[in-house]
Each structure stands twice: as C-alpha cells, then as structure tokens.
C-alpha cells in the first residue's frame, strides 16, 4: 500500500478477493508526538522524556505546568497530569445527591465502560444541577480539577481550561506509568504520586460507590 504521508486523516481502501476493507490511519508531525513523561512549559516548549535525566533549565522550571501521562496508540495525542494534586478530597459527601446518586451514565471499570472523563462532570450536572452548581461544597474532587488552572496559576495561558477528574480507566493508565511520570514529576518539583487511593470520575455499575484506585 502506497501511502500519503501528507499531515493528517487519510482513508485506504483494501481489497482482498470479492472482500472490500477500509481503514484511516493518521499522519502526526513528529514533534506534536508526546510520549508518556515528557515535561510541558507554559510557553509552548517541552523537554522530552527521553532528555528528562539531563534536567531542564532553572529559568524553564517555573514555566512547567504538566507532565504527559498517557497518549493515543502510538503516540501522538497526550493527556498531562498536572504539577499539584488535592489533598482529602471527596467524590461527594455524605449526605449530599451527589454521594446517594447512581450516574448510571458514568459507570465503567478499567476496561470497559466510561472511557473518558472529559465530559463526566458536564453530565453529573445535568443530572444534579442544584448541588453542582455549589461544587466546591457539594464535589469537591471535581471541583479541585475544574478549578486546577487558577489553582496553579495559569490564568490567562493556553492551558488555563481543559483540566478534568479522569476516568477510571484514564486514572489507570496514570498509576501502571508512575514510575516514569514521577521521574520527570521530580525534575520540576511535582507533586509525589503515592501507591493507592486516588479518585476517578467513574462510578462503578449497578451501585453508587466511585471508583478509584
């Protein structure tokens, strides 16, 4: 298969016998490729994983703002945790819709169900538009997250919106690439990521308990 190398989605048409295939592949720049550890500064640059052991400079420190945690297949796209991390935060507490709510559309495990986290808080309010629109009280955790770009201060950059509680098969992926997350956490004096009990946006099926790990 002779194949467009153009920047890009592109279609291949496959024939085998009477049998007709399709499949897209995706053309990335090489340098919009993240790998899992690479280190992202608030002016545009980063340092990538592979140079993380050789440091970075002192004036770029305080441009850090992210550490990517998990890509697409092969790279490309990346998902970054952020440099600080909440402390004692519930999903909901006791006593509140949130906490006796079954989000049935958020349920999932570690491998099937709700994949993505991204849209999870925009529906949690639909379902619980009086006790979200209190959020610091009524969902803290997901409060922290909707919050994360005042918080560190990125107001006013590109990354200050997008943050997000993931789901729990996104926070997964977070905990089996740890090791090389927090290599490059410590580099810029990141936050310590500890060996359990971390909060997903996912609610595990047929019950109103919240996932984590």
Not at 28 to 34: D, G, L, R, V
Not at 65 to 83: D, E, P, Q
Request: charged letters at 15%.
């Amino acid at each position: 298969i002779d194949c467009n190398n153009s920047v890009g989605s592109h279609l291949v048409t496959i024939n085998c016998g009477t049998a007709i295939g399709t499949v897209t592949y995706n053309v990335i720049e090489a340098e919009k490729c993240f790998a899992v550890g690479d280190i992202l500064f608030t002016d545009g640059t980063r340092v990538k994983v592979e140079d993380v052991q050789y440091g970075v400079p002192d004036e770029q420190i305080s441009k850090a703002f992210g550490v990517i945690a998990s890509t697409t297949y092969g790279g490309g796209v990346g998902k970054a945790v952020g440099l600080q991390k909440g402390t004692d935060l519930e999903w909901a507490p006791s006593g509140t819709t949130g906490y006796s709510t079954n989000f049935t559309e958020i349920q999932g495990t570690t491998t099937s169900g709700d994949m993505d986290g991204s849209d999870n808080w925009d529906y949690i309010c639909s379902v619980d538009p009086t006790g979200s629109a209190n959020a610091a009280t009524n969902y803290p955790a997901f409060n922290f997250a909707n919050t994360y770009g005042q918080i560190a201060g990125l107001t006013g950059t590109d990354y200050e919106d997008g943050w997000y509680l993931p789901a729990i098969a996104e926070l997964k992926s977070v905990y089996d690439n740890r090791s090389i997350i927090q290599e490059s956490l410590d580099v810029v004096g990141g936050f310590t990521i500890s060996m359990f009990f971390y909060l997903s946006s996912s609610q595990y099926a047929s019950s109103n308990i919240k996932a984590y790990i």
